[in-house]
């Protein structure tokens, strides 16, 4: 089945989708340097990179869509609009976000093309904004069941990666929409993984060590933040420490929250992977560690790229493109959605006609 991808970023949700017989052909993304990733990554796709508000592109992408018959469209728009670690806290905050309405502008397209599957993907709260549609006051759901209603059957549901094969808790908004006759079966929940079922075959480095493994090595820290996260221990915060914690010049202990300078845990899946796990202040992306014979724990940094790739279901031996930088690519990873997720959602496909 041939598709096109919109909002595409560096095409890490769709890593997996010729395993379920589906061939992106035409993908569109707005940010050159995502494009760059995208194409390194999926070199027989056309990305078509430009503004989904801009009528020429829009006009693009549906003609590329006719001429190839597709059949799927993969639709994720942006979801730092109603990211809970964004500026937007209220409803009132959200609505006004232009990249909130991105959404609509796909709406141009799905209609031109009244493919047969079509799934849309965000965050949860996205299934909360409540937008000014037509005279009404409707979120979502409701506007796709007044627009689309009697041509697709449309299944909104949030679901956790951690509970489909993914070392992860990430939890997104995921809406499936196939025309009637057709069916999509629900996924089936796996074993959760642990990050050490994960990544505990990987040995240790530190601080600036690089390893022989493929695209593992550490991240370079401070002197002050290695000894910090030396001290913490594995799942705790350096914030919890009583002599090593996070501390200007002067002394004076610094401000955090408790999900900051923090180790993430062994037995658990990992943490919601973020943009900034690059940032060993960021939230919970500390390495888990392992104790040492002097009371001090291993591995006081960032999780390697290696280790994110596995957490979040890409081939830890991919290949990355020296087009962007180690921080540029850190960011589309953590924006990404685990590619096993969308795969264990999409394989419910069920053609019958």
Known sequence: ?????????AGIDELMLNKVGIKIVVANELLSKRVEVYKFWHPKVE????????????????????????????????CQGVSLIGKNKSNSDMAADERNYLIFHSFDIMDEILPKYIMIENVPRFLN???DYNGERLNITQILEKK???IYNIDVGVYNAADYGVPQN??????????KGLTWLEPKKQKIITVREAIGHLPSIESGEVSSIKNHAGRKHTEKQVLWMKNTPTGKSAFENEIYYP???????????????????????????TMRNDAISSQSNVHPGRKLSDGTYSDARVLSLRELFILSSINPDINVPDTVSEIQLRHMVGEGVPPKLIYEIIKGIKQND
């Open 47 to 78: 990305v078509i990179n430009g503004d989904i508000t801009n009528d020429d592109i829009k006009r693009r992408i549906i003609c590329k869509a006719i001429d190839n018959k597709i059949d799927f469209i993969l639709n994720t728009p942006p």
């Open 1 to 9: 089945m041939k598709g096109i991808s919109l909002f595409s970023s």
């Open 148 to 150: 689309y209603g009697e």
């Open 247 to 273: 501390k200007k010049s002067n002394g004076e202990k610094l401000k955090g929250y408790s999900a900051t300078y923090k180790r993430i845990n062994w037995d658990k899946p990992a943490p919601t992977i």
């Open 170 to 179: 990430r939890q997104r908004a995921i809406i499936k929409m196939y025309k």
């Open 129 to 131: 904004l409540i937008y």
